[in-house]
């Protein structure tokens, strides 16, 4: 049985813990603040900038843009992964993490290649040491970007589906649903797929727009775009999802701590009353044995 400096050691060491658990929770809650105020502020302009492309594209061919035509045979895809640079947050890298190579799995089983590009350090460590093809990584750039990055990332894309070099670009991120929640996302960045297209097409005949250029100049200029609002909302989406699974593991972590705390709390008192019995049954034995000689 532990002796009971070594339960008081114990003690001691778990508190510490819990001191730095909470210092976690209260830092991960304040970049928590801020970055989900920036994700509801670009919220509603991502919404409706969807909004007006359904709209645009359910009046026009399919064939108006090469970004909208679809390939016939599909060989090469692009996955635009994301995670977390650091760890500490639950399992919110390994269901991203999970996710993407049963993704990667299932393309290849379709005799697809495919290709990755990776944010966040998590990510980028796992896939290169497992020989995935990694095409670029970006690791500690979250909080840090510009709309100059995301245009250029956007960019490439493009570039590189119109040079047939990739058939498809997908991106997965991980969507914020709540403080308890955040789920893993996958979406087709390339060939876009206007959102709403049947809705805006049934609506059309009640609510027409007339727009100067025409409808066809407008799209061609609104898609790429598009892919670059997409790209934007991912990092706000996943940044705000990773800060609060870490403020959901640190806030379960200070608990386990604190019921660590009072079960060696418990032990504690049960070993001194015992070491305190033991004591007093010596003092009795040893006086009886004097009384009796």
Not at 273 to 287: F, H, K, P, W, Y
Request: glycine share 4%.
């Amino acid at each position: 049985m532990a002796t009971l400096r070594d339960i008081l050691r114990k003690i001691g060491a778990v508190k510490k813990t819990r001191q730095i658990t909470k210092a976690m929770n209260m830092v991960a809650a304040a970049k928590l603040r801020n970055t989900q105020g920036r994700m509801e502020s670009f919220t509603p302009y991502a919404t409706k900038f969807a909004e007006v492309l359904g709209h645009l594209a359910s009046r026009l061919e399919p064939d108006v843009h090469p970004l909208l035509v679809k390939r016939d045979e599909i060989k090469n895809v692009e996955l635009l992964h994301f995670s977390a640079d650091r760890g500490l947050c639950g399992a919110f890298n390994t269901h991203l993490i999970s996710q993407a190579e049963k993704w990667v799995r299932e393309q290849e089983a379709l005799g697809r290649q495919c290709s990755l590009t990776l944010v966040g350090k998590k990510g980028k460590d796992y896939f290169t040491k497992r020989d995935f093809n990694v095409r670029v990584a970006h690791t500690h750039i979250y909080g840090k970007i510009d709309i100059s990055f995301i245009n250029q990332m956007a960019r490439e894309f493009i570039d590189r589906y119109l040079n047939n070099e990739v058939d498809e670009v997908y991106m997965m991120f991980s969507r914020f649903i709540s403080m308890v929640k955040q789920e893993p996302t996958l979406v087709k960045l390339i060939p876009i797929e206007p959102p709403g297209v049947e809705e805006y097409a049934e609506r059309s005949g009640a609510t027409e727009y007339l727009i100067e250029p025409s409808a066809e100049e407008l799209l061609v200029e609104l898609l790429p775009k598009h892919l670059s609002v997409q790209i934007y909302n991912a990092f706000l989406q996943n940044e705000t999802s990773e800060h609060a699974a870490r403020m959901t593991a640190m806030d379960n972590a200070s608990k386990n701590c604190s019921e660590m705390i009072d079960n060696l709390t418990l032990v504690y008192n049960k070993a001194r009353q015992a070491a305190i019995t033991a004591e007093l049954m010596d003092i009795v034995g040893g006086a009886e044995a004097l009384r009796k000689a």
